[in-house]
């Protein structure tokens, strides 16, 4: 499969519990991002791995927790989320982490219980 | 930081006419300017992005220009067809305390084409 692959799509939480949201992307790139999509609200960067190594963490609270393992797979531990953590979570990678010409999952699409 | 400003937010347009989505920033260090397409359901996808050296760019029926004296940018669509309805995000680049570039998003258009 080429692309970013994000899993799973929909996900339904209760404010005790713990998930994680996966990104794997298969077109080569270095660069790998989480972003935040609320209703009528800019999209919003919260990290930035380039060579699987944080280089941007965009004041997220610690109830978010990115893991890189390497610079093909991307995850978001989730846990004692808030309500209004609710929203689309997009992942999308890039060559080089300048942040341009992005290549987004489709996301996933979070609710808080 | 950088603020973007995207206007309007909603369009609606009559098939074969033109749209145009208009994005002011704050921050004249910017320099790198892309538009992202998101259809309802679908992934953002990158449509077209134009540098700081560069006054305008066309790609088809779609062109990007920039007025940097202004620090505002816009995007045309001409002939709009129905699959060009979707929601489309400006952007601006600035750098950051890493020394990366980082995207900052406007709040999107939702165009509508009218059959």
């Known amino acids: 499969e080429t692309g970013v692959t994000q899993t799973p799509r929909h996900l339904v939480m209760g404010m005790t519990n713990k998930k994680s949201l996966k990104c794997e992307q298969h077109l080569g790139h270095n660069a790998m991002y989480w972003y935040k999509q609320s209703a009528k609200k800019p999209l919003e960067l919260m990290f930035v791995?380039?060579?699987?190594?944080?280089?941007e963490n965009n004041s997220v609270p610690s109830r978010f927790s990115p893991e890189c393992p390497n610079s093909s797979h991307l995850f978001l531990h989730l846990h004692t989320l808030q309500p209004e953590d609710s929203a689309l979570y997009l992942c999308?990678?890039?060559?080089?982490?300048?942040?341009?010409?992005?290549?987004f999952g489709s996301g996933t699409q979070l609710s808080v219980l | 930081g950088e603020n973007v400003e995207q206007h309007p937010s909603t369009l609606s347009v009559q098939e074969g006419d033109s749209a145009v989505i208009k994005c002011t920033y704050s921050d004249s260090a910017s320099n790198y300017f892309p538009w992202y397409k998101q259809e309802l359901g679908k992934r953002p996808q990158l449509i077209i992005d134009i540098r700081s050296n560069v006054g305008e760019k066309k790609d088809q029926r779609i062109a990007v220009t920039l007025n940097k004296t202004a620090k505002h940018f816009s995007l045309h669509i001409t002939e709009t067809q129905p699959e060009d309805s979707a929601v489309y995000f400006c952007?601006?680049?600035?750098?950051?305390?890493?020394?990366?570039?980082?995207?900052?998003f406007g709040t999107g258009t939702r165009l509508t084409i009218i059959p």
């Open positions: 791995y380039n060579f699987k190594e944080q280089t």
């Open positions: 999308a990678s890039s060559q080089g982490q300048r942040g341009e010409k992005l290549f």
């Open positions: 952007a601006a680049s600035i750098g950051s305390n890493f020394g990366n570039e980082k995207l900052t």
